[in-house]
């Protein structure tokens, strides 16, 4: 089945650094990517969609500065957490579809767990 | 604009019994519908979905869902609960046309020997 690989699986950073996390498609291409975040407890948020090839397209009350979004190939987006403070500790999750069409399934990477110090 | 209430951050069973998760939806027009699995400190992996069709989905692992249109519900049921089926679980709806998930918040399933 279609394989999302999302790297690395844990950091942990200090105040002040950025954090690049890495989603790649291991056996399909995905134009458009999304990226989640999850609080403790909590469902999934929708960050922003990635577009391969154009700009990401961003959630209300996400911050597009702090949060950078670069999909530059088909099978690779990354989400860069800018001047990182411990309030963006938080599991992040990207996901993809394998095919096109809304109802095809998202299939999610294994996510990165992020502490900031 | 759609939204998704599951009923129950956890639910607790007894192997061997009956697993029921409570999947209750709003929407304007039919969406598509979801559940995901998650273990813990891993992302999500798809249980079922319904799109079209028949309204009764079964999906991996045992699991089956129902579709109830009138209801806007979407449960989760599994006959015999497993050790191995204790995880999180997320129901999602997507509107025709979009490609975006609403995700629940999620109900715990907690199985007991």
């Known amino acids: 089945g279609a394989v999302v690989s999302q790297h690395p699986s844990r950091v942990i950073c200090k105040s002040g650094t950025s954090v690049k996390i890495e989603c790649r498609s291991l056996?399909?291409?995905?134009?458009?990517m999304f990226w989640y975040r999850q609080f403790p407890k909590k469902s999934l948020m929708l960050m922003a969609t990635?577009?391969?090839?154009?700009?990401?397209?961003?959630e209300q009350g996400v911050e597009k500065d702090k949060f950078l979004i670069n999909h530059a190939s088909l099978t690779l987006s990354t989400l860069t957490v800018t001047s990182a403070h411990p309030e963006d500790s938080s599991f992040y999750i990207c996901?993809?579809?394998?095919?096109?069409?809304?109802?095809?399934?998202?299939?999610f990477g294994n996510g990165t767990r992020l502490t900031v110090t | 604009a759609q939204s998704v209430t599951q009923l129950g951050s956890h639910v607790s069973v007894s192997e061997g019994a009956l697993v029921l998760l409570r999947c209750n939806y709003s929407?304007?027009?039919?969406?598509?519908l979801f559940w995901y699995v998650q273990y813990p400190n891993q992302g999500l992996q798809l249980l079922l979905k319904?799109?079209?069709?028949?309204?009764l989905v079964k999906g991996i692992n045992g699991f089956e869902a129902e579709f109830e249109r009138g209801e806007t519900s979407f449960h989760l049921t599994k006959p015999s609960a497993h050790m191995s089926d204790a995880a999180e679980y997320f129901c999602?709806?997507?509107?025709?046309?979009?490609?975006?998930?609403?995700f629940g918040t999620g109900t715990r399933l907690l199985v007991s020997p």
């Open positions: 999602a709806v997507s509107l025709q046309g979009f490609q975006k998930l609403v």
């Open positions: 996901s993809a579809r394998s095919s096109t069409g809304e109802s095809s399934p998202l299939h």
């Open positions: 319904y799109t079209t069709g028949a309204t």
């Open positions: 929407s304007s027009v039919p969406p598509y």
């Open positions: 056996d399909f291409q995905a134009t458009t």
């Open positions: 990635s577009n391969e090839g154009s700009k990401a397209t961003y």
